[in-house]
């Protein structure tokens, strides 16, 4: 830590899965501090710092007087902070997060960093200062190298693994699964494997680096909504059977390195393509083994640590520092 003061961060609700990201824009926001970020011992469970920090910057305790709370859904992780009065702003995870009259309080946020699927379904409407920050974005992978496991000979060949268990993903699911060998729902009504995804969401990779394929679609099709799975596939060092974004998956990542189920007009075509990937050993390693992002240039998205700090990045950073200097709870 340095010698600057310090800004004293707090999270509630799933607030704390968004430090990856939200803690390089606050840096950003409040450059003459040190952002010290308090989080209860409760959520050790729910860490990743050998993957999450970049700086040692986090204290495991309660801090009473914070600077700012970083505020989301899933209060059963964390329980809402109503006793605390300071500027917050807003992690938008998924529309599945409880919205409450709780979640937006009498006083509105410095900011909602949200996934566009909230908008689809109405619940921003009337909420000002929203920022598109896709959830991947807060995935516990490495900075400079997203591929950890980079082994091209695999024992299996699709891995399916799904909290959300939906008819189009096991649709989908049933079309590789008569086509190709070795294909693995982990869960749900297409279980047949006795093999055990341990872990957590975000442990996922640990799994994948033994298929070379993984279903990642999403849990609805929203322009510009991408969560965990994609990045978790790559992670894992596998290719992408991917579904969702509207076409905005294209604009970020490497089309030779994934398979975008919404290219074809049918799951059975989708799935015969997988199986001529497959059988095409040269093909196959040439996709595990490609460039993640389009034109093997990194996305400004993923650009969030660089000296250079990208435009997205350094127009949120100044909203809530203009709208933290205005709030009438900044202490």
Same mark, same amino acid.
């Given at each position: 830590?340095?010698?600057?003061?310090?800004?004293?961060?707090?999270?509630?609700?799933?607030?704390?899965?968004?430090?990856?990201?939200?803690?390089?824009?606050?840096?950003?926001?409040?450059?003459?501090?040190?952002?010290?970020?308090?989080?209860?011992?409760?959520?050790?469970?729910?860490?990743?710092?050998?993957? =999450?920090?970049?700086?040692?910057?986090?204290?495991?305790?309660?801090?009473? !007087?914070?600077?700012?709370?970083?505020?989301?859904?899933?209060?059963?992780?964390?329980?809402?902070?109503?006793?605390?009065?300071?500027?917050? %702003?807003?992690?938008?995870?998924?529309?599945?997060?409880?919205?409450?009259?709780?979640?937006?309080?009498?006083?509105?946020?410095?900011?909602?960093?949200?996934?566009?699927?909230?908008?689809?379904?109405?619940?921003?409407? !009337?909420?000002?200062?929203?920022?598109?920050?896709?959830?991947?974005?807060? =995935?516990?992978?490495?900075?400079?190298?997203?591929?950890?496991?980079?082994?091209?000979?695999?024992?299996?060949?699709?891995?399916?693994?799904?909290?959300?268990?939906?008819?189009?993903?096991?649709?989908?699911?049933?079309?590789?699964?008569?086509?190709?060998?070795?294909?693995?729902?982990?869960?749900?009504?297409?279980?047949?494997?006795?093999?055990?995804?341990?872990?957590?969401?975000?442990?996922?990779?640990?799994?994948?680096?033994?298929?070379?394929?993984?279903?990642?679609?999403?849990?609805?099709?929203?322009?510009?909504?991408?969560?965990?799975?994609?990045?978790?596939?790559?992670?894992?060092?596998?290719?992408? %059977?991917?579904?969702?974004?509207?076409?905005?998956?294209?604009?970020?990542? !490497?089309?030779?390195?994934?398979?975008?189920?919404?290219?074809?007009?049918?799951?059975?075509?989708?799935?015969?393509?997988?199986?001529? %990937?497959?059988?095409?050993?040269?093909?196959?390693?040439?996709?595990?083994?490609?460039?993640?992002?389009?034109?093997?240039?990194?996305?400004?998205?993923?650009?969030?640590?660089?000296?250079? =700090?990208?435009?997205?990045?350094?127009?949120?950073?100044?909203?809530?520092?203009?709208?933290?200097?205005?709030?009438?709870?900044?202490?």
């Amino acid at each position: 830590m340095n010698n600057k003061p310090q800004f004293s961060v707090v999270c509630d609700g799933m607030g704390h899965w968004g430090k990856k990201i939200i803690e390089c824009i606050l840096d950003v926001s409040f450059p003459e501090y040190d952002i010290i970020w308090y989080l209860e011992e409760s959520l050790k469970w729910d860490w990743y710092p050998e993957e =999450v920090k970049y700086k040692d910057n986090l204290i495991w305790g309660d801090c009473s !007087n914070p600077d700012i709370i970083i505020r989301a859904g899933y209060y059963n992780i964390s329980p809402l902070k109503k006793h605390l009065k300071c500027p917050y %702003i807003m992690f938008g995870p998924e529309r599945g997060a409880p919205i409450t009259p709780d979640y937006l309080q009498a006083y509105p946020p410095l900011c909602w960093l949200f996934n566009p699927d909230f908008v689809k379904c109405g619940l921003l409407d !009337n909420i000002p200062n929203k920022f598109h920050v896709p959830y991947m974005l807060a =995935v516990p992978f490495n900075y400079d190298n997203i591929r950890e496991y980079t082994n091209t000979e695999r024992k299996y060949t699709v891995a399916y693994i799904a909290s959300n268990i939906a008819k189009y993903r096991d649709d989908m699911f049933i079309e590789l699964n008569k086509l190709l060998p070795d294909c693995h729902a982990y869960n749900g009504p297409q279980k047949n494997t006795e093999l055990k995804a341990s872990g957590y969401w975000k442990d996922t990779p640990h799994v994948f680096k033994d298929y070379y394929f993984a279903m990642c679609m999403e849990n609805n099709d929203t322009e510009g909504h991408m969560t965990e799975k994609m990045i978790n596939a790559y992670r894992g060092g596998c290719i992408p %059977i991917y579904w969702g974004s509207k076409g905005f998956v294209k604009e970020v990542f !490497n089309p030779d390195s994934f398979v975008y189920i919404q290219d074809f007009k049918t799951y059975r075509e989708c799935a015969e393509y997988v199986l001529s %990937i497959y059988n095409d050993k040269e093909k196959l390693i040439k996709m595990l083994t490609a460039p993640i992002f389009k034109n093997n240039i990194k996305h400004d998205l993923f650009r969030f640590r660089d000296k250079n =700090v990208p435009e997205w990045m350094q127009n949120i950073a100044k909203h809530i520092r203009d709208n933290y200097s205005k709030s009438e709870f900044n202490g």
